[in-house]
């Protein structure tokens, strides 16, 4: 790809910053304006998934919420916002967190059927069928509290599976809860509280730090004004 084709990735000179669609996009909004960005396209009505700024010198690209580590491990992307969900699951590698922007928050729960006693299961050492995106974090929980599961994992609509008979329970973020009672679900237990990081791809931090470093400053003094909702 040529270095003047408007789809072509930058090497250096130019940031690539990684946003999903959604809640974390539109909560970073205004910390990007906050860094005098503003994102020129809407991704909700735009098919492109590189976006242009009025500086021509910062792009956004769009990709799934479970993928923005990986771009900025790899540099593509040289920075990204994502839940601490997803990096749970990621792992983290390649990856320098500098901020926890306080956006896009919820929590990591354990949830089941309305009538399904989970706790005189746990106590009974019955084990738990369990469908989760999040299975890295799942793991953990159970084994932290040694309760033998059996993980499913899922992409999405986790809240079916125990409708249908897939799962005993789920590990899902839950954000106002709407969903769950929805679905005549309960929520048992808290896995953690989640909001969403500032990632920066770490060589890119060393050699773009003098272009990167006013925006990760105006995403901290923006973030620090957010009331923490955890
Ligand atoms: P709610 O009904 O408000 O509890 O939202 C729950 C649904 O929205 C679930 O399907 C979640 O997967 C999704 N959700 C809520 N908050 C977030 C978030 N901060 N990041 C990603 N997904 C979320």
Do not use: W
């Amino acid at each position: 790809m040529s270095a003047s084709s408007p789809f072509a990735i930058p090497a250096s000179g130019q940031l690539i910053l990684a946003l999903s669609k959604g809640r974390i996009f539109d909560d970073t909004l205004p910390l990007l304006a906050a860094a005098g960005i503003v994102v020129t396209e809407d991704p909700e009505t735009s098919r492109k998934l590189i976006l242009a700024t009025n500086d021509p010198n910062v792009r956004v690209i769009i990709v799934r919420a479970s993928d923005v580590p990986t771009y900025v491990q790899y540099g593509a992307a040289d920075f990204g916002v994502a839940g601490k969900d997803v990096l749970m699951e990621h792992g983290g590698e390649g990856l320098y967190q500098p901020i926890d922007l306080k956006i896009a928050a919820c929590r990591m729960s354990v949830a089941v059927n309305a009538g399904f006693d989970y706790d005189s299961a746990v106590r009974q050492g019955a084990r738990l069928r369990v469908a989760t995106k999040f299975v890295q974090t799942a793991r953990e929980h159970f084994a932290a509290k040694g309760v033998h599961v059996d993980l499913i994992k899922l992409y999405g609509s986790m809240e079916l599976a125990p409708l249908v008979g897939l799962s005993d329970a789920i590990v899902d973020v839950v954000s106002t809860g709407n969903t769950l009672r929805a679905n005549n679900l309960v929520e048992v237990e808290t896995i953690m509280q989640i909001s969403s990081r500032l990632i920066v791809n770490q060589a890119a931090l060393k050699l773009k730090r003098e272009r990167l470093q006013p925006i990760l400053d105006a995403f901290e003094r923006a973030s620090s004004a957010i009331p923490s909702t955890l």
